[in-house]
């Protein structure tokens, strides 16, 4: 019998967690949605780091595509297509899900989220596509440049968060709260 009560204890800890985790995956990213609009700009290679850039940033960079190792992966039925920076080369990997023409060669400025390349999702497919198609060794210490995410709040974020606030805090009242007030109301 007290096992039984035990696993379920378990069980009701592991569900709170996973709650909690919810809440913990989107609190930074309404941190970016509600942070500033005006883009950090870089202009060189030499601006990358990892101890400015620890967390994700809004940028503005200035570098000339290089198309000729672009890789195109469909993701979830979204197309998107990864490429260098001439003179980043792949200490900075850029991601768009706009279809790419001749025109975009002369683009010049490119918007977006900046973050560590290990936090890129699916980043060691992308790694992994580059390594065997192109030869290309991104490094560990590499940049991911979102181009398709500027800072705008999005309802599904802050739903998805107050929605999994509500969730636990209705879960701990009914996981440890309600039997003991029920008690003493009694």
């Not at 989107?26 to 290679?45: A, M, W």
């Not at 994700?56 to 000729?68: A, E």
């Not at 469909?74 to 850029?94: D, R």
């Not at 979102?146 to 996981?175: E, H, M, Q, S």
Request: proline letters at 5%.
């Amino acid at each position: 019998m007290k096992t039984g009560r035990f696993f379920i204890n378990i069980l009701k800890l592991f569900l709170l967690l996973v709650v909690a985790m919810m809440v913990k995956f989107q609190i930074p990213e309404l941190r970016y949605d509600f942070g500033t609009k005006e883009p950090v700009i870089l202009s060189s290679p030499n601006d990358l780091s990892e101890n400015y850039f620890d967390k994700t940033t809004f940028v503005s960079i200035h570098g000339k595509p290089d198309f000729s190792k672009a890789a195109t992966f469909s993701m979830h039925g979204v197309i998107f297509t990864y490429f260098l920076l001439e003179n980043y080369n792949t200490k900075l990997v850029v991601r768009t899900s706009e279809p790419v023409n001749e025109d975009w060669e002369q683009i010049e400025l490119h918007l977006g989220r900046l973050r560590a390349y290990h936090r890129m999702p699916f980043s060691r497919s992308v790694r992994n596509g580059f390594n065997q198609n192109f030869d290309v060794n991104i490094p560990d210490n590499a940049f991911f440049l979102a181009r398709d995410d500027v800072p705008k709040p999005n309802g599904w974020n802050i739903g998805a968060t107050i929605f999994a606030g509500v969730l636990w805090c209705i879960l701990f009242y009914f996981f440890f709260l309600h039997k003991r007030i029920s008690k003493k109301a009694k």
